[in-house]
């Protein structure tokens, strides 16, 4: 069973940071693009930042670019997303999600709130 | 960045209704269109990809097709499970986007 289980969400001030993990399991982590989706409290989806399984090429949304770094970890099985400079506007309910286009298994999600 | 435009943003139907959703982009995107289904406080769910394709376990009932660049998702008879939020999303190009989503209410 493909489980995507996301940690490292939390309360943070603006201008902070925080670290997001997404520990993957069910399938082989190595052969998957994968990527992180926001959702802000009653919105709808935004995508943040894709990797490719070797990464190789990485992606980033115009709102995340300079400020979030993804990176993956395939002999751990695990996807990051370092977040710097945090905003209001970054709260939201962090997903990750797995990627052989189409994207199709997410995770639970963290909620990251940006707050002072 | 290619916009992708959902309508309606909500609906209220009853069960057994037909249901249809439609997303258009604004550009060409082949068949780079897939729909979830998303319900409150859950991750969303993949339902159709490429555009009209069933994923495993999805019911049929779900259905998908396109015609040029409009995109739509049809419920041929909804059922109580089915109201939720529904997403489309192209993944032709970077970045991803997302349509702004479609409310499935109870009438």
């Known amino acids: 069973e493909v489980q995507l289980v996301e940690s490292g969400g939390g309360l943070v001030k603006p201008g902070g940071s925080l670290r997001l993990s997404c520990a993957a399991s069910?399938?082989?982590?190595?052969?998957?693009?994968m990527n992180w989706v926001r959702q802000a409290p009653g919105k709808g989806l935004e995508w943040v930042s894709s990797i490719s399984s070797s990464s190789t090429y990485i992606y980033y949304a115009d709102s995340a670019k300079g400020r979030f770094t993804i990176s993956r970890d395939n002999g751990k099985n695990s996807l990051f997303l370092q977040m710097n400079s945090l905003r209001a506007e970054d709260t939201a309910v962090y997903y990750c999600?797995?990627?052989?286009?189409?994207?199709?298994?997410w995770g639970q999600g963290t909620l990251v709130t940006v707050s002072s | 960045a290619i916009q992708m435009t959902q309508s309606p943003s909500s609906l209220s139907a009853s069960v057994g209704d037909r249901v249809t959703i439609t997303c258009r982009a604004s550009q060409a995107i082949r068949d780079y269109l897939n729909w979830y289904q998303q319900k409150p406080g859950k991750a969303p769910k993949l339902l159709i990809y490429t555009a009209s394709n069933l994923q495993s376990g999805v019911p049929s009932t779900f259905s998908g097709s396109r015609s040029g660049t409009d995109f739509t998702l049809t419920i041929s008879s909804l059922q109580p499970e089915d109201f939720a939020t529904y997403y489309c999303?192209?993944?032709?190009?970077?970045?991803?986007?997302f349509g702004g989503g479609t409310k499935v209410e109870i009438k």
């Open positions: 069910g399938f082989t982590f190595s052969t998957y693009s």
């Open positions: 999600a797995r990627d052989r286009q189409p994207v199709d298994y």
């Open positions: 999303l192209q993944d032709y190009n970077y970045p991803p986007t």
